[in-house]
């Protein structure tokens, strides 16, 4: 009797199959201007080789807006965010629980703190909730609050069959048939670390601002790419996220955009959204670079179980060093979030009129 297929055979029989017809399909053409001003001045840093693909992050030198280019195609998005048990072992594990480390309760808490200084909202939409952690937390701040929750994918649906969510929304904000749904809903719509995913992050604003009802907010939180860790860590520096992350906006172009489509910003803050990760997270990539992951579903032959072995004996040397980086990383966080060296910032806008 033939061997049960392991989750790791199913990947591995899955993707060559995906690959076949090649990885253009996965990326648009390059630009050669910046999708956010129209600039041709673009400064390229340096290429990653990440899945199968090469991803680049070229920077406007006129609005610095930092961009993938080329970017994912949608079919390349669907390819690249497919695979939930990609690194669940050794330094690959360790990365997958370090670069999810804002999705703890103290994080959600204090996230959802921010907005106390506002009218109670009634209704509240969660856009890229995944498992509703967010919403989970934020119901001891704001009990009298229904949350809902919208993600692309299916784990929305066991949020809301945890009890996380009340409504579970599936699919994207920007599609049609889902704005129609959620036309003037809600009195709070929250994005956290969900604008960088997005192929446009500016039609992603415009439908949140039509879920809003009249005199919402908007509550956003994403990487800064004026961060000093940028300039210091180059390619290696977790936020770049490449291919995963599409887009980091500069506060002054999202503060911009958002006036522009008639919102009132009444709050901003480069240092609580801060998300010690920066010297961990460059080390974590590092290594993975270096120790791939020998079932990487895409590597056409298999790894010999010497090869397993050696990785786990170096991946078990190198544990400790990131352990290390990431005491560092909170020992240094109280400091770093006063500086440039904060890595992310928040936005708390509100709606005046509907956008055109």
């Not at 036309?183 to 809003?212: G, I, K, N, Q, W």
Request: glycine share 8%; net charge neutral; hydrophobic share 35%.
């Amino acid at each position: 009797m033939p061997a049960t297929p392991q989750p790791d055979d199913e990947r591995r029989a899955g993707s060559p199959g995906e690959l076949t017809p090649g990885t253009g399909r996965l990326q648009e053409p390059r630009r050669d201007d910046c999708p956010w001003c129209g600039s041709r001045q673009l400064r390229t840093s340096d290429p990653v080789q990440h899945k199968p693909g090469t991803f680049v992050v070229d920077e406007c030198r006129d609005c610095a807006h930092a961009f993938q280019n080329p970017r994912l195609t949608a079919e390349g998005l669907a390819f690249h965010h497919h695979d939930p048990h990609e690194g669940r072992a050794g330094i690959d594990g360790f990365a997958e629980r370090l670069l999810t480390a804002r999705d703890s309760a103290r994080r959600h808490r204090a996230a959802a703190r921010a907005m106390l200084p506002f009218p109670e909202p009634e209704s509240w939409l969660d856009v890229g909730t995944g498992h509703g952690h967010f919403p989970e937390a934020a119901r001891e701040i704001h009990p009298y609050t229904s949350f809902d929750g919208l993600d692309a994918t299916g784990r929305v649906e066991r949020a809301r069959a945890a009890g996380r969510v009340e409504e579970a929304h599936q699919g994207l904000l920007t599609d049609p048939e889902v704005l129609a749904r959620l036309c003037s809903r809600y009195d709070v719509v929250s994005m956290f670390h969900h604008l960088e995913h997005t192929p446009d992050p500016r039609a992603e604003l415009r439908a949140a601002l039509t879920v809003l009802r009249p005199g919402g907010h908007l509550l956003i939180e994403v990487p800064d790419p004026d961060c000093t860790f940028g300039a210091l860590l180059g390619k290696w520096w977790v936020p770049y996220g490449r291919p995963r992350h599409l887009h980091l906006m500069p506060l002054r172009n999202l503060l911009a955009e958002l006036e522009s489509l008639g919102c009132v910003v009444v709050a901003t803050d480069r240092r609580e959204p801060h998300t010690p990760y920066d010297i961990a997270g460059a080390m974590t990539l590092a290594l993975a670079r270096v120790l791939p992951a020998p079932d990487a579903p895409w590597r056409a032959v298999r790894p010999t179980a010497f090869g397993r072995r050696l990785r786990s004996v170096l991946v078990g040397a190198a544990t400790p060093l990131v352990a290390t980086a990431t005491a560092l990383d909170h020992t240094l966080a109280p400091l770093l979030r006063r500086t440039r060296f904060s890595n992310a910032y928040r936005i708390i806008a509100r709606t005046t009129r509907s956008p055109a």
